[in-house]
């Protein structure tokens, strides 16, 4: 095993929301599914990244399922990765419930995941990236391009700040506002906390990190403000 160095970046210890206590998972799931419908939301990254009943898919960050549960209804293999057991312990019993059976459950994170096996078809990467500062993002999508087959596809989402940043309030105020009219005011605190203690980044260092991980941009999706969303290659 590869020694660890003292000033690694220990990705199991919470930056901003902790989403380690199983109460915080139920809200979590909850709030969500006001935010966004979960099954539309699958299908069309299912579309983006031209997924089969043949694919196999990582999701670095699964949460409570969001996209894995879809997911695996129309792929051969989703690996599940989260560093919050009780978040991977919430999507294992909703898959259970449901029947689902090719998901492989992973307690690890995106700078300690080692995917075993054949490389996979896709990753998927969805509001978790800004839980690293930016020198762990460009090290997660460095590792996260290795796990891919050549021509591999990585659907990532995040909160990004636009560079012109004139609009940079602007953008942020409208976010949270339109968090706290569709999921309450729960979520609007933890959208607060979201830009106050988490790592979001502004899109031209997205964008370049993106390009040195091996990855190719194939579309980029700002329509939605600080909502922002790529499709990215393996070159
Ligand atoms: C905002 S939630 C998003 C969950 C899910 N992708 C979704 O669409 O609902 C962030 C998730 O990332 C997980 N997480 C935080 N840091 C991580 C890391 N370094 N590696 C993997 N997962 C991480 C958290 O435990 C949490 O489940």
């Known amino acids: 095993m590869t020694k660890v160095p003292a000033w690694h970046f220990n990705e199991m210890k919470f930056s901003g929301v902790d989403f380690s206590q199983g109460e915080e998972v139920a809200a979590y ?70 029947g689902i059976t090719n998901i492989v459950y992973c307690h690890s994170g995106l700078l300690s995941y080692e995917h075993q096996g054949e490389p996979a078809d896709a990753a998927v990467c969805i509001a978790v990236l800004h839980h690293l500062p930016d020198f762990w993002k460009q090290v997660a999508l460095t590792r996260c391009c290795g796990m891919l087959k050549p021509g591999g596809r990585l659907f990532l989402f995040d909160i990004v700040f636009p560079s012109k940043t004139d609009c940079l309030e602007r953008e942020i105020d409208g976010w949270i506002n339109s ?41 980029a999706d700002y329509r939605s403000g600080v909502q922002v969303s790529y499709v990215c290659t393996k070159r």
């Open 179 to 219: 968090v706290e009219t569709m999921a309450g005011a729960r979520l609007a605190e933890e959208a607060v906390v979201h830009i106050k203690d988490e790592f979001s980044t502004y899109d031209w260092i997205m964008e370049g990190m993106i390009r040195r991980s091996g990855f190719h941009i194939s579309s």
């Open 29 to 98: 799931d909850a709030m969500h599914r006001k935010l966004r419908d979960y099954a539309r939301v699958s299908e069309e990254i299912i579309r983006l990244l031209s997924l089969n009943p043949g694919s196999t898919v990582i999701d670095l960050g699964c949460g409570t399922g969001a996209f894995a549960l879809h997911a695996a209804g129309k792929c051969r293999t989703i690996y599940a990765v989260d560093v919050s057991e009780p978040m991977l312990e919430y999507c294992r019993k909703q898959a259970e419930q449901k």
